[in-house]
């Protein structure tokens, strides 16, 4: 058997950017804000140390780019403001997406793809905010984002052959394309308020809906837009000591609404009633003290308090269970 690394020995990639932004105040309760940038993206990849890939050689790939972003903000009156921001983005395939060989799965591999092109994004957002008195406050906003030439993984062809026998075992051949396009639409809000002059709490949520279309017109799931999430924080503070109790929230992904590419991955998910991977909602409360010193202060806190078991969605990796964290620090 070859022993193989996961990227290439020769490998160089470097970033040039140049940007411009102003802002514009055509009216008292108007402000405009207008930033674009040029950026190039430059790589030269050896992929010749690695028998699996030597017949690529030495490849060199060159990526303009330009982006921009326009945004404004009315502000109705002092306590309601609204914003909206229009924007573009660019990705340039780095080193991982275009020199990395590994067995992503049993019975896959993963080869370079030389002739990547860049993910192009478009976002829109529409956001308000509301004050109701100096206890309250409310902030809300809706995007829309769309992704061109996305990279993911799909099954490929190296000297005519779709598989190959790599560590022992005969593996299909796969590689990081710019096959799909994507859609990604989400709302987000919160709330900030004051109980009294010490005690205060704060709101967080945010839902997200994605899907990705392959070059075939097939859509499913985004791999990377999780479900709802939720932050409940109430603070209090005296003088220079502070408690912080927290609470966050992260709802369920069923079997059905997985991404196509992690229905095969039972090893990293829950299995439902049917057996089918699947990510269970999951709760945790964290307890934070604070207390200061004049230049000294000391921080403890009580982590997933009831020592729930449970992952971040697609992470893989299960969180801590209760844990108790103590930390001394100097403040200049």
Known sequence: EILTSRYPDGATWNATGVYFSTEYKPAKPLVL?????????RSETDYRSNPFTEAFGVQKLKNNAFTYGLGGVY???????????????FRAPN????GKVFDSEPGSVVIPNPNLKPELAQTIEIGIRKRFDRSFMIDAAMYYSTLNDALIRRNTVLNGQSQLLYRGELSQLQSIQNAASAEVAGIEWSAYGHLSRKLSYRILGTYTSGKEIDDSGRSNSLRHAPPFFSNVQLRYVNGSFQFIAESEYNAKASAENLPISEQSKAYMYALDLNGN??????????????????RWQCSLAIENIFDRRYRP???????PGR??????????
């Open 33 to 41: 804000n207008l930033g674009v940038r040029w950026n190039q993206v």
């Open 75 to 89: 502000r109705f009156n002092r306590s309601t403001s609204m914003r909206m921001n229009l924007s573009s983005a």
């Open 95 to 98: 080193i991982d997406d275009l």
């Open 277 to 294: 991977p699947y990510s269970p909602s999951w709760h945790a409360v964290h307890l934070r003290l604070r207390q200061q010193w004049k």
């Open 313 to 319: 969605f697609a992470s893989a990796i299960s969180a």
């Open 323 to 332: 844990q108790l964290v103590i930390a001394f620090q100097t403040i200049r």
